[in-house]
């Protein structure tokens, strides 16, 4: 198949994920990095995927997936079911049980923290401000870079010492250990970091891509969004050093990827 884009960097295909996964080189792609249309919410502006189905749909865009997939790849999928008459919608419950039952790992739950959600939704109850990101994989024991979002810290672990700046632990002395510390098992960033103009309804910042990426990847690995709406993995990916390979149904959408990735990020619209 023919790509809508490419650079040396960066692979962009239009067309549907599930026929286009199949088809993509066995065994080369190191994560899936992706936040995918949710049920029904979006009517009009994209196809919006039946609840009844989501778990099926989910499965079956996976399962596609799986052949191309290294042996340690995980899977970061961003997402958030909705509220519907005042109780939290099943789908995503539904898919994280099929998809184990499917001989998927479920290894952990992430979470993406809005630092400035807007005050959207039931006005009687508590503004949502964060959103899920689901991790699977084919192992148990997936490549993760634990420190690769990590900060400097002055007390990463400890080790036994009697020397001068040593301490009374558990019954014995010991020095606290300097060093980078393993990232906190979510992010926040603002909603606000989307840049400005981008003509796409559900862009993501591409520091939660940034952040997604970076636990499961490093630099010339390979990181594919089959739901690449406005491209914001893709030049997350380029930015981080990875390779990306996007797909992306909507022609619309291939066309602001292939602007942005051709042109830049032009424009950084909020505070982190
Ligand atoms: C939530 S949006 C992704 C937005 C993206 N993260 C961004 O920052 O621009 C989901 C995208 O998936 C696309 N899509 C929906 N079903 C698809 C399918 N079966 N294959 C490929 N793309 C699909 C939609 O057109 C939409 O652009």
């Not at 549907?16 to 029904?40: G, I, N």
């Not at 503004?127 to 490549?143: D, G, Q, V, Y």
């Not at 906190?184 to 559900?202: K, L, Q």
Request: some cysteine.
């Amino acid at each position: 198949m023919d790509p809508y884009y490419s650079d040396d960097h960066v692979t962009l295909y239009h067309g549907r994920c599930e026929d286009v996964l199949p088809t993509l080189a066995p065994s080369s792609v190191h994560a899936v990095v992706t936040s995918p249309p949710y049920a029904e919410q979006r009517a009009g502006l994209y196809d919006g995927i039946p609840e009844a189905t989501y778990d099926e749909f989910t499965l079956a865009w996976m399962n596609g997936a799986r052949t191309t997939l290294t042996p340690t790849a995980s899977v970061l999928i961003n997402i958030r079911e909705h509220v519907a008459d005042g109780v939290m919608s099943d789908y995503v419950h539904r898919t994280r049980m099929l998809l184990r039952a499917s001989n998927w790992y479920e290894l952990d739950e992430l979470l993406w923290v809005k630092t400035s959600a807007p005050p959207l939704g039931d006005p009687r109850r508590m503004r949502r401000s964060w959103e899920r990101i689901l991790w699977f994989s084919t192992t148990n024991r997936p490549a993760v870079y634990a420190t690769n979002n990590g900060r400097e810290s002055a007390s990463i672990g400890m080790h036994a010492s009697s020397g001068p700046s040593s301490s009374w632990v558990n019954g014995t002395t010991a020095v606290l250990e300097q060093g980078i510390a393993r990232s906190a098992d979510y992010c926040s960033f603002s909603t606000r970091c989307v840049e400005n103009g981008i003509d796409h309804p559900a862009v993501y910042p591409r520091q939660v891509a940034r952040w997604m990426m970076a636990n499961v990847t490093v630099e010339g690995d390979i990181v594919v969004d089959p739901f690449a709406g406005s491209g914001t993995t893709l030049v997350a990916a380029r930015e981080s050093g990875r390779k990306a390979i996007g797909i992306e149904m909507s022609e619309r959408y291939c066309e602001i990827a292939a602007k942005r990735l051709s042109q830049g990020v032009l424009d950084f619209g909020g505070t982190l």
